[in-house]
Nanobody, 120 residues
Framework: QVQLVESGGGLVQPGGSLRLSCAASGLTFSVYTMNWYRQAPGKERELVAAMSNIGGSTNYADSVKGRFTISRDNAKNTVYLQMNSLKPEDTAVYLC?????????????WGQGTQVTVSS
């Protein structure tokens, strides 16, 4: 059974930092593209950052470029999101997603999310 478990969320003041972690189990982690999404109340789910499997290329939403960094440790089956210079508009539930496309099939798994609140 595939499980993605996020941790590291919490309450932080504007300008502060948080590091989110997502530990994966039950899948061959290294073949999956790993994504961080977020969803704020009343807003659509937004792709924040993505990291490919082999090669480790990254992609970021314009709103977080230069502030957030995605990384992964394939030996630990874990993906991270380092968030710096946090703003109130970063407040959301952050969700980890594992995605793999093989031939005509797509495999996609989600964590339960971790709340990030940026407020003074």
């Amino acid at each position: 059974q595939v499980q993605l478990v996020e941790s590291g969320g919490g309450l932080v003041q504007p300008g502060g930092s948080l590091r989110l972690s997502c530990a994966a189990s039950g899948l061959t982690f290294s073949v999956y593209t790993m994504n961080w999404y977020r969803q704020a109340p009343g807003k659509e789910r937004e792709l924040v950052a993505a990291m490919s499997n082999i090669g480790g290329s990254t992609n970021y939403a314009d709103s977080v470029k230069g502030r957030f960094t995605i990384s992964r440790d394939n030996a630990k089956n874990t993906v991270y999101l380092q968030m710096n210079s946090l703003k109130p508009e970063d407040t959301a539930v952050y969700l980890c997603n594992a995605q793999w496309k093989f031939l005509s099939k797509e495999f996609s798994y989600w964590g339960q999310g971790t709340q990030v609140t940026v407020s003074s």
